[in-house]
């Protein structure tokens, strides 16, 4: 094996959350910020928290409802013309 190709491993980098909460982790980074963890994510705290950035819920929601409406029409419309 080659030597000193290999980060050095640090048991003790503290990762900070952006809630507040901070916990010392193993890894090769000095320090690691992070988003959300599990004092805050939804799972671990059972709080439904949606982060909708840009409308993307009802953007879904919305195309959602227009594929409902026209399969629901092509719907009627077979069984009209079997009807004949």
């Given amino acids: 094996m080659k030597k000193d ?3 050095k ?3 003790n980098t503290k990762a900070t ?8 982790v193993g890894s090769t980074m ?3 910020r992070m988003e959300i963890c599990s004092k805050c ?7 439904e928290k949606i982060m909708d950035t840009a409308g993307r ?3 879904f929601n919305k195309r959602r409802l227009a594929h409902k409406a026209t399969a629901e029409r092509a719907a009627s419309a ?3 013309k079997a009807k004949k």
Avoid: M, Q
């Fill in 5 to 7: 190709i290999h980060p």
């Fill in 9 to 11: 491993f640090d048991l």
């Fill in 17 to 24: 959350c952006a809630c507040g909460a901070s916990f010392l």
């Fill in 30 to 32: 000095p320090e690691i």
């Fill in 41 to 47: 994510h939804p799972f671990y705290t059972g709080n």
């Fill in 57 to 59: 819920v009802e953007r």
């Fill in 78 to 80: 077979s069984v009209k």
